[in-house]
């Protein structure tokens, strides 16, 4: 049975860091792209970013761009995000997503 379990979010101020973490069980997927999609309150689920199945090559949304860095260890089976200079306007549930796999989220609340 696949997993992806996503981890490291939590409560920071505004202007601070958080590292998410998720790491995929069940099956590998180094050969496949993998992403980061968010959900705030009362609003779609929107992209974050993406990785290719190497890590060569990233694509961001506009406003994770400079702040949000997406990576992966393919060895450990998981994907990372690492945001800064967060903003009130982050806050959201985060979920890793693959093929047709879902997380369960973490939450990001950041404060002002």
């Known amino acids: 049975q696949v997993q992806l379990v996503e981890s490291g979010g939590g409560l920071v101020q505004a202007g601070g860091s958080l590292r998410l973490s998720c790491t995929a069980s069940g099956r590998t997927f180094s050969s496949y792209d993998m992403g980061w999609f968010r959900q705030a309150p009362g609003k779609e689920r929107e992209f974050v970013a993406t990785?290719?199945?190497?890590?060569?090559?990233?694509d961001y949304a506009d406003y994770a761009k400079g702040r949000f860095t997406i990576s992966r260890d393919n060895a450990k089976n998981t994907l990372y995000l690492e945001m800064n200079s967060l903003k009130p306007e982050d806050t959201a549930v985060y979920y890793c997503?693959?093929?047709?796999?879902w997380g369960q989220g973490t939450q990001v609340t950041v404060s002002s």
């Open positions: 997503h693959v093929i047709d796999h």
């Open positions: 990785i290719n199945w190497n890590g060569g090559s990233t």
